[in-house]
């Protein structure tokens, strides 16, 4: 049976309730042999860009695993006939440099027709010229900055800057307001002190929360950036202490999240942290310790009881001997191989079973009509390469876990 979906994190998982002990089929230096037994066939690769390494691998490496898994399947069901799909993983460190570099990279090797990744969208941000030039395709499951497939001015005139660039997460644009909504409406929070790591995804995040929480009745009574390369926050949890802020949000990712909940908490503000699918992850609640249960994270897509494909996803990414969890966006990371995958395969099927001379161009064409039942819902893409599924949840700390608190979509 052909499995050609993943599904959205789920909350045991991201508490790291389910442990896979095995080790994955993995070369030391990040690629897979995505084999299916009998090594024939014309070899494509699919990209991988991600931090495998550092404070942010824990996601990164479920981008890289997913990814994997997805290439695995089609070889194994020969879903794209006389193709054998491999990845090639890179480690970008989180670092928008190093993310230049490793698309470069990918870039000059030939059998690349297609790139997964990046996690964060100031990496993102750039490596889209590089291959925007090589027309090659880049779908990303985790960036979420508006810009990037809007343009700066995306609040004032949406104009799409790179044909070759879409993701299967959905945007700030919406995440923000959503977060609001909830801790307006739902948590009937009013004083809002504001935090963000002044790197794109945060400040961006931080941006589109505060425009609709003030567009509520919401009051903003402390904003602060944070660097995020210290763990000492304890200037700012003062400062929010003495605000009267009843709710905190913050822009940025799990490791700073996780000791400036704790310290918020230490400082005397009892008070929940909110962020965005950036701290959604088993290592906030470890990093937050037993002060972070109540705080809130939004994350794309819908919680696992919802999505039928669960249990069989679960049982694949078990029995494919994966040690790390696949995270909070292993169901965007799969079905983003998986639309490379559909597009290789009207490539080839549109040239008499054969890739063509142009076939990173042709698979970047082909990408913008991609449409199948995905993990994720329905994944498609809309004019600007943004994913047309919306579907947003909010998650709160439970018991040491995170537990789904609503789900829905932003009704602006």
Known sequence: MRQRSLIAITAALAAGALTLTACGSRDDDGGSDSGNGDGGGT???????????????????????SVDLAAKTANKDNYVDGIKFEIEALDDQGQPSVGQQNATKLVANDDVLGVVGPLNSSVGESMQKVFDTAKLVEVSPANTNPALTQGVDWQKEKVRPYKSYFRTATTDAIQGPFAAQYVFNDSKKKKVFVIDDKKTYGAGLAATFTEEFKKLGGQVVGTEHINPDTKDFNAVATKVKNSGADVVYYGGEYPQAGP??????????????????????????????????GDLATSVGAPVEELPSAKEFVANYKAGGYKEAYEAYGGYSYDSAWAIIEAVKKVVE???????????????D????????????????????????????????????????KSGTYTG
């Open 260 to 293: 400036l909940s704790k310290q918020i908490k230490a400082a005397g503000a009892k008070i929940p942290v909110v962020g965005g699918d950036g701290i959604y992850s088993a290592d906030f609640i470890k990093l937050a310790g037993a002060s972070g249960t």
């Open 350 to 364: 549109d040239n008499d079973g054969k890739l063509p001379d142009d076939a990173r161009a042709k698979v970047v």
């Open 43 to 65: 070899t494509v690769v699919i990209g991988v860009d991600a931090p495998l390494t550092g404070d942010l691998s824990a996601l990164g490496l479920g981008i890289k695993n």
């Open 366 to 405: 082909a990408m913008q009509n991609v449409s199948f039942d995905g993990v994720t819902g329905k994944v498609s893409f809309d004019k600007f390469g943004d994913a047309t599924n919306k579907q947003l949840t909010v998650y709160a700390v439970e018991n040491g876990a995170w537990k789904s608190v």
